[in-house]
């Protein structure tokens, strides 16, 4: 069970709506938690939290450089999740195009389906 | 989390065809059978159709490079020509339930609620309502997790995060 367990941690480290916002600012650069602070305006505290989650399920790692420690996103980690994301949308939607071309098909032959 | 009220994922759809086709197509296994699959070259076979409140029904969809896949549908509500309510989950040939595979806390039972509604003679709005129905605390955070731009999911930055992955793609 623990490849299972891992997954499902990287899935309620991300349930966090205050985490995915940390994740979406560290896609666009690696930062400190400094500059985190300065972008979300949260107590760091509350910042560093949440990081520490998202460490701990490997979302997220750390490099160390003089004294600062700089924070990036694991891409890798993320794609799975990317993938699952529109997984909804994805699914359905496509489902729906498919509806739509049957149901142009149909009235083109003029297939009967009125009852 | 700061709310306990689940907000659905929802896609709205315009077909040019009568509301009562439209409806058809989701309940009839003659219609079902074509188009019932996630993108073009898959087949879908219903092997077995109760749509009726209360009803069930087992279908297979094979994709293209050959992948099966079983989904049993547990029917709700059939209301011709307006409304389709059903639970929908992956299975075996049998028709017995099995867990999402990638995601252990994936939520149990989701719900589709489906709205038909008349815009005129041949033009049919389908809004199509998704939601976890009970959910463990995990489960909801699951589903949380994965819906896109709405409600508490995502924001902008999920485009950032699109963009990035695709470029590590290359």
Redesign the interface.
């Known amino acids: 069970m623990s490849r299972?367990?891992t997954?499902?941690d990287v899935?309620?480290a991300?349930?966090?709506?205050r985490r995915?916002?940390l994740?979406?600012?560290l896609?666009?650069k690696e930062m400190t938690v400094n500059e985190l602070v300065d972008i979300v305006q949260w107590p760091q505290p509350t910042v560093s939290k949440h990081l520490s989650v998202l460490k701990k399920v490997n979302l997220v790692s750390e490099r160390k450089e003089g004294r600062f420690r700089y924070y990036r996103i694991e891409?890798k980690e993320?794609?799975?999740?990317?993938e699952?994301?529109?997984?909804?949308?994805?699914?359905?939607?496509?489902?729906?195009d498919?509806?739509?071309?049957?149901?142009?098909q149909?009235?083109m032959k003029g297939v009967d389906?009125?009852? | 989390?700061?709310t306990d009220k689940i907000i659905p994922?929802e896609?709205v759809?315009e077909?040019?065809?009568?509301r009562?086709?439209?409806f058809?197509?989701w309940t009839q296994v003659k219609?079902l059978n074509?188009?019932?699959?996630?993108?073009?070259g898959c087949q879908c076979e219903f092997v077995s159709a109760n749509i009726v409140d209360g009803g069930s029904s087992l279908h297979k969809v094979t994709m293209p490079n050959g992948h099966e896949m079983w989904l049993y549908t547990k029917y709700e509500e059939v209301v011709s020509p307006e409304k389709l309510v059903f639970l929908q989950y992956f299975s075996n040939e049998n028709g017995d339930i099995v867990p999402m595979p990638?995601?252990?806390?994936w939520p149990r039972d989701m719900l589709a609620t489906l709205l038909f509604e008349e815009l005129s003679d041949d033009k049919t709005k389908?809004t199509?309502l998704?939601e976890p129905r009970n959910p463990t605390p995990?489960e909801?955070?699951?589903f949380?997790?994965?819906?896109?731009e709405h409600g508490?999911?995502?924001?902008?930055?999920?485009e950032?995060?699109?963009i990035?992955?695709e470029s590590?793609a290359g």
């Open positions: 299972l367990k997954t499902h899935f309620s991300i349930g966090e709506p995915r916002v994740i979406e600012q896609v666009l891409p993320l794609r799975p999740i990317q699952w994301i529109h997984q909804f949308e994805k699914y359905w939607g496509s489902t729906m498919q509806l739509d071309n049957y149901l142009n149909i009235q389906s009125e009852h | 989390m700061s994922a896609i759809r077909f040019t065809a009568p009562q086709l439209v058809d197509a219609h074509n188009w019932m699959f996630p993108m073009p990638h995601i252990p806390n389908l199509f998704w995990e909801l955070n699951a949380e997790a994965t819906r896109s508490n999911g995502w924001g902008a930055g999920m950032q995060l699109h990035y992955l590590l």
